[in-house]
């Protein structure tokens, strides 16, 4: 109890409202944080099934067990028409027949499809193209075996001139090498268990300017199950956006606090996050920043860098402090950062990263889970399990024990 007692504000994925997620320190309700996205957006929940929440509700994650996390995702959206609905004729067949709702999907309801090859190659396609900027994109759906276990995403312009495809094989959870044709570059594949058979796969990377379709392949005789699919733009994908007939837009999870400086180490602190990083792809992402409202820039964070280095970094009207990790992989880390005049220090995963003995602490009187900007362009896909702020330095044995695993 001792740690906790010497924080000033916990903040954990506990009790909440509409626009409200409670702080268990302190309980007078400073510290409550204020939860804004107006639209609604999609959980797993303690059922393990996905579920949508109201607009400005925090999302309490179950994806990674019992015990939930807290979803904070930017901005998003799918562009896949009629994502559960793929005998519908935003989505063409060749070679192969669509079954609806036979059996039940990751969100507990009967509308999961049957994918059957017919002869050939099997190919179930979006009907129009979706004309795409050169950048980074995501695509992403659920599938689930039947009687064959491997089926082929693709993501490609007509007679794959440009794009990817990769195979997935959905009775041992693996996904291939992607394959590339033409200019686009640096694809990633993930697959991930969602339970009762389902994974999601998904490919991440950047395409050039073109006329892209989402696809479905079966190479052998036989069915698989899917649901869900969604075409994002960025780098990696996000929690799954229903659509119909038109695409569909989640706002970024915004969760902040203002006027609370007196929770805030004005001369000295730390600042604490227990987070579970779900795609390591580094865009200078921020993962819990304290600032001052009046001048922004100044401030005490976490960003994920673009070579996946968690960075601590301090500003104060110019760089105070920059110390950075190795490269990040998917999983757990708990990071701390001290601060104070002439003594930075960054502990992640109980080993001290790092120290700079010189430089300033910015006053601040703010927190945000993402940037300063709240414009949601600067966040990772993060799951936070623990964000507390000490008002004083700690020992460095106590900065060891706070961020063991």
């Known amino acids: 109890m001792a740690l906790f007692d010497d924080a000033s504000l916990v903040v954990t994925p506990n009790g909440y409202k509409a626009g409200t997620l409670y702080s268990i320190k302190p309980t007078s309700g400073a510290g409550d944080m204020t939860v804004v996205r107006a639209t609604t957006a999609t959980r797993v929940n303690s059922a393990g099934l996905i579920e949508s929440m109201a607009n400005n509700v925090p999302r309490l994650d179950y994806s990674n067990g019992t015990c939930p996390s807290l979803l904070v995702e930017p901005q998003r959206t799918n562009s896949v028409l009629y994502s559960e609905q793929f005998d519908n004729a935003a989505w063409s067949v060749q070679d192969a027949t669509i079954t609806a709702n036979t059996t039940t999907a990751p969100n507990g309801t009967l509308t999961a499809d049957t994918f059957t090859r017919t002869a050939n190659t099997g190919f179930l396609y979006s009907t129009n193209p979706l004309s ?12 689930k075996a039947n009687t064959i276990s491997s089926f082929r ?6 007679s794959f001139g440009q794009g990817v495809t990769c195979v997935f094989n959905l009775s041992n959870g693996t996904a291939g090498t992607p394959v590339l044709y033409g200019s686009s570059t640096s694809f990633v594949a993930n697959i991930e268990n969602v339970g009762n058979g389902w994974y999601r796969c998904s490919l991440s990377g950047n395409v050039i300017t073109g006329n892209y379709y989402s696809e479905l392949a079966i190479t052998t005789s036989g069915s698989i199950f899917i649901w869900g699919a969604q075409l994002e733009a ?3 994908a996000t929690s799954y956006i ?12 915004v969760i902040s606090k203002t006027g609370i400086s007196a929770l805030i180490g004005q001369t000295e602190g730390v600042l604490f996050v227990d987070f579970q990083l779900q795609t390591p792809v580094g865009n200078d992402y921020v993962i819990g920043q304290i600032y001052n409202s009046s001048t922004p820039a100044n401030g005490i964070y976490f960003y994920l860098n673009l070579t996946s280095q968690l960075v601590a970094y301090v500003d104060n009207t110019a760089t105070q402090a920059s110390i950075s990790s190795g490269v990040l992989t998917q999983g757990r880390y708990k990071a701390a950062l001290v601060y104070k005049a002439n003594d930075f220090a960054f502990y992640l995963n109980g080993s001290l990263i ?3 003995v010189s430089g300033t602490v910015p006053t601040c009187n703010s927190i945000t889970l993402i940037d300063y900007l709240n414009s949601g362009g600067y966040m990772e896909n993060t799951q936070i399990n623990q964000y507390i702020l000490f008002p004083t330095r700690l020992t460095n044995a106590e900065l060891s024990q706070l961020t063991t695993i």
């Open 153 to 158: 995403l693709d993501f490609v312009t007509a």
């Open 354 to 356: 790092g120290v700079d």
């Open 234 to 236: 960025g780098s990696y």
């Open 132 to 143: 795409l900027n050169t950048g980074a994109y995501s695509i992403s759906v659920y599938a």
């Open 242 to 253: 229903p659509t119909t007939s038109a695409a569909v837009t989640r706002n970024a999870d």
